[in-house]
């Protein structure tokens, strides 16, 4: 049974830069395709970046509304997944979510990687405030 950890979320202020980390209880992270979503107040959870697995990777996929503000990573060792959070905006106030699983080749990831039914294992988020 996979469990996943978020942990890194706090309240900053606008331009500032947050790092989130989701750490795996199985102790390697590699075998499983990685996916950050967030929630609003009052709005859906929605897709932020993803990761593909070891595998079959490297890629990253992210929502066209990042522009290249966050970045998605795995740490050397396979522990822990990072979402790399820049120049923050009262926006991207939410509860952040890491999620896993494997969705099988390269084809799948590419078209379910930003679906939040895709996952089956989810940690109970993260709040990041981003307030002046």
């Known amino acids: 049974q996979v469990q996943v950890v978020e942990s890194g979320g706090g309240v900053v202020q606008p331009g500032d830069s947050l790092r989130l980390s989701c750490l795996f209880s199985?102790?390697?992270?590699?075998?499983?395709?990685v996916a950050w979503f967030r929630q609003g107040p009052g709005k859906e959870r929605e897709f932020v970046a993803a990761?593909?697995?070891?595998?079959?990777?490297?890629?990253?996929r992210y929502a066209d509304w990042l522009k290249g503000q966050f970045t998605i990573s795995r740490d050397s060792e396979r522990t822990t997944v990072y979402l790399q959070m820049d120049n923050l905006k009262p926006e991207d106030t939410a509860v952040y979510y890491c999620?896993?699983?494997?969705?099988?080749?390269?084809?799948?990831?590419?078209?379910?990687?930003?679906?939040?039914?895709?996952?089956?294992?989810w940690g109970q988020g993260t709040q990041v405030t981003v307030s002046s």
């Open positions: 999620a896993a699983d494997r969705l099988g080749n390269a084809d799948r990831w590419n078209r379910y990687a930003s679906d939040v039914r895709s996952y089956m294992y």
């Open positions: 199985v102790g390697t992270s590699s075998r499983y395709d």
């Open positions: 990761i593909l697995n070891d595998r079959v990777g490297p890629a990253t």
